[in-house]
């Protein structure tokens, strides 16, 4: 097969088939030739020679995944809700999203190499802080979030997903809805209440949240 002109067509198509059978099959359950094989004539080379490990594709794919439904973009323009209201709507389409979801799940094993946890809290915070800063100095602006710490803050939000993860895989579903509830009150006394009845249903059916993922 020639060589692609377009590199970033044949990395969205190794991305695209990984996801497909890590949905299907599970990570665990799929190898690299088994994405091979769903590439059309694209060899195994061609898929190391962007992706270093099946850990790195799993990497590219959740932020691809963010990116092609990214909440802050979603609710950035909506001029009928305040700043504080944009991070919880935030909040709710990013765990809506039930694709985005499992493959979180499935992550969680991969954090107990220190590399893939290093580059995730890295990944998280080059991607999310800028979002999270954004929204809250809006708030400061418009009255909806009163902190002084919004750069404090953005760098806490930006490291929450990757803790719960951390913890999630050790523990019961009750010790990681006490994280949460621990979270929603820090939050809540740095001036930016997220936590609400319908965020906390939403937590509690989360997969990762649940006896039957332990």
């Known amino acids: ?4 002109k377009y590199p970033e ?10 996801g497909r059978l890590f949905l299907e099959k599970g990570y665990d359950n799929t190898t690299i030739v088994d994405i091979v094989n ?5 060899t195994k080379g061609a898929v190391y020679h962007h992706f270093k490990s099946k850990e790195d594709i799993m990497d590219a794919l959740g932020d691809k995944m963010f990116f092609d439904n990214n909440p802050f973009e979603a609710v950035k323009k909506r001029t009928d809700l305040n700043a504080h209201q944009k991070m919880r709507m935030a909040v709710k389409l990013n765990q809506s999203n ?3 979801v499992e493959l979180s799940r499935q992550a969680i094993p991969l954090l107990k190499n220190p ?25 400061q602006k418009d009255g909806s979030i009163r902190t002084e710490y ?27 809805q006490r994280r949460y509830l ?21 937590i509690k059916s989360l997969p990762y949240f649940s006896e039957e993922s332990k």
Not at 1 to 4: C, E, G, K, V
Not at 38 to 42: F, V
Not at 156 to 172: A, H, R, V
């Open 115 to 139: 590399h893939i946890l290093a580059k995730m809290i890295e990944s998280n915070r080059r991607i999310l802080y800028p979002y999270w800063l954004e929204l809250i100095e809006e708030g």
């Open 182 to 202: 621990f979270v929603a009150e820090i939050l809540d006394k740095m001036g930016v209440p997220i936590h609400d009845s319908e965020m906390e249903e939403m």
């Open 9 to 18: 067509i044949t990395v969205d198509k190794i991305l695209e088939a990984a």
């Open 98 to 100: 039930e694709d985005q």
């Open 150 to 176: 919004a750069k404090e803050l953005s760098e806490f939000l930006s490291f929450i997903d990757t803790w719960f993860m951390i913890s999630m895989s050790e523990g019961s579903a009750e010790e990681s």
């Open 38 to 42: 769903e590439l059309d004539g694209l």
């Open 1 to 4: 097969m020639a060589r692609n």
